[in-house]
């Protein structure tokens, strides 16, 4: 169960192929919109040197964009006057800076990404690792240097960081690659925690940045981190249905729709996107293509 399946598909006429089919379109302007804003806020970490090379190579190998996208989808549903291009790079950054850690010898071992060479394998693992925390932490000042109105910086960056930082430690990214390294169980309980901690943690973040910085009221996040938790479940047990195959060749168990069948896992998704849609109508994001992207999950698992 990877924490990334923003190539989409791994093969024709699969789910996330034809899930892929949608989202492109609705992706490929906000695909548009982080490539100019990545390449703006590029000089600012630092002196071209190894280490930022290597950041640009991992930066620009490909991907939709679908994290940075939900950030500004959220925050254009609530009308936001506040740019939010710099909170939607650093959400980009926390996600590549976990990608380029996965690949690495001790975790996933992984030589290739979406078809071109993993950056430890490009520049080297110190290289690598350095890339990684380069990234984590200039999530954290893109995020601090974006704008808000004064008489809510204190409560939005207090709820953004408190947000950030949970979701890319042990209650998030790094707790759930080591319970996908060594699974501490595989009723449905485990199963949903490791999505919920290396899946939907992410997508939290997203929707929060882009409800917080687009001007939404803290005492809502308990809900953003429901909608984040349905719409995480739905992307991971849609990418284990179309992995399906793969991992039963690789013996790999921890995969939904393996270890509770089809079926299951095709109901599951439809649960959860109902649930999505739901919350996100009570959220006033109804109208968001946020709602499209779900749905086109629900459709393509029959």
Not at 37 to 51: A, H, I, K, N, Q
Not at 166 to 186: E, K, S, T, Y
Not at 243 to 255: L, M, R
Request: charged share 20%; proline share 4%; net charge negative.
């Amino acid at each position: 169960m990877a924490n990334d399946s923003s190539g989409f598909s791994k093969k024709p006429n699969s789910p996330m192929d034809s899930f892929a089919r949608v989202a492109l379109q609705i992706l490929e302007p906000y695909r548009k919109r982080f490539d100019s804003s990545f390449l703006s806020v590029l000089p600012s970490l630092g002196e071209d040197s190894t280490v930022r090379q290597a950041i640009a190579y991992a930066m620009q190998s490909g991907g939709k964009r679908l994290r940075p996208a939900i950030v500004w989808m959220v925050a254009e549903a609530l009308h936001s006057p506040i740019a939010v291009d710099l909170a939607a790079v650093a959400v980009e950054f926390f996600h590549i800076s976990s990608l380029i850690t996965d690949d690495l010898p001790c975790m996933d071992n992984d030589d290739f990404r979406r078809g071109v060479a993993t950056t430890h394998k490009a520049f080297s693992e110190a290289t690598a690792i350095m890339a990684s925390f380069a990234l984590t932490s200039a999530g954290f000042e893109l995020m601090a240097r974006t704008p808000i109105p004064q008489e809510r910086q204190g409560a939005v960056l207090h709820a953004a960081f408190s947000t950030a930082s949970r979701a890319i430690g042990l209650n998030g990214l790094i707790g759930g690659q080591q319970f996908d390294l060594r699974p501490q169980g595989f009723d449905e309980k485990s199963i949903n925690t490791i999505m919920d901690l290396k899946t939907g943690a992410l997508f939290e973040v997203c929707f929060v940045l882009g409800w917080l910085f687009g001007g939404g009221v803290v005492a809502k996040l308990d809900d953003l981190h429901r909608l984040a938790t349905h719409f995480g479940r739905a992307f991971q047990i849609m990418d284990d249905l179309d992995d399906i195959e793969q991992d039963k060749e690789a013996g790999k168990k921890v995969n939904y729709a393996l270890l509770f069948g089809v079926e299951e896992a095709r109901n599951s998704v439809r649960s959860h996107v109902e649930g999505f849609c739901a919350l996100a109508d009570e959220l006033s994001l109804g109208e968001s293509p946020l709602v499209t992207l779900a749905s086109a999950m629900r459709i393509v698992v029959g």
